[in-house]
């Protein structure tokens, strides 16, 4: 309820309408929490920091991706002359000698764009590192609020663009997998800890991608009748418990691509040979 003496606000003009404006509530405090608050965000921060650091790293090192069977999710699928050539792998050369970079370039543009649109992780980034805001019940340091309305953060509705992308990378990767099953000299039955590990990451990769917002749309959304497309309500319903946790499958997958390329790079170094089952 508004008086004579309220600031006339216009409807929908959420970027003159922060937390401190004149027509909300006089709050003196910050906040009234008593709890730590802040070790959400600040642990959210640290863990995308290590991922980023890492990340970068190793897409600009260019080597140790390859070590036979197995090759580095980070540089799949090799697309440049200069990546090493997978045995008995498919040729997914495009680009010739002029790419002079790492492979790795032309690819985690893909699978980053998927997570940093993501509407968790923009959630996670936003509270973390913006402090928009920095939890729940905790006022937000901006002056005004323009949502996602307006350059660069309007750029985040490509997610369901980038959601395609993901999935065939998520086939690529699968591909990576079952090569994992064959030794050096292309045959098949081959197993070791790194074709678990392939395995593991692969699986944790499609849950998160499965259980995206834009995935749960695209198989259930803008229908009217649920009784007339029973395959897609099964498909939505599938959906949306995997979207139930989303939070958990996107921290997991982080974890697990990080960890398949941490093990290729340790094998393909020579840190440690491949523990081989049979």
């Known amino acids: 309820m508004t008086t004579g003496t309220d600031p006339e606000v216009t409807p929908g003009d959420m970027t003159a309408r922060g937390v401190h404006h004149a027509s909300r509530a006089a709050i003196p405090a910050r906040h009234l929490r008593t709890d730590r608050w802040w070790l959400v965000p600040a642990g959210t921060a640290a863990g995308l920091l290590v991922f980023v650091v890492y990340s970068t790293w190793r897409a600009f090192a260019g080597d140790d991706y390859y070590a036979a069977p197995y090759v580095s999710p980070f540089y799949s699928p090799c697309v440049a002359e200069n990546c090493v050539p997978m045995k008995g792998g498919a040729d997914w050369e495009i680009f010739g000698a002029w790419w002079g970079l790492s492979p790795a370039l032309l690819i985690l543009i893909f699978p980053l764009g998927f997570r940093l649109t993501c509407y968790y992780y923009r959630k996670a980034y936003y509270r973390s590192f913006w402090a928009s805001p920095p939890a729940c019940a905790v006022a937000e340091p901006h002056k005004k609020y323009g949502g996602e309305t307006r350059f660069p953060l309007i750029l985040q509705n490509v997610h369901r663009y980038f ?3 993901a999935v065939i990378v998520a086939l690529i990767l699968t591909y990576d997998t079952a090569l994992g099953f064959r030794d050096e000299r292309g045959e098949w039955g081959h197993m070791g800890l790194g074709t678990l590990v392939l395995l593991a990451n692969i699986v944790l990769i499609w849950a998160y991608t499965l259980s ?13 009748h ?23 499958l996107a921290w997991a997958s982080l974890v697990s691509v990080m960890a398949a390329d941490l093990y290729v790079y340790l094998v393909a170094s020579g840190v440690f040979d491949d523990p081989r089952f049979f």
């Open 163 to 165: 959601f395609y992308f």
């Open 212 to 224: 995206c917002h834009s995935c749960r749309h695209i198989v259930g959304g803008r229908l009217k």
């Open 226 to 248: 649920f009784s007339k497309h029973p395959v897609r309500y099964r498909l939505w319903s599938w959906a949306g418990k995997l979207n139930s946790r989303h939070a958990l």
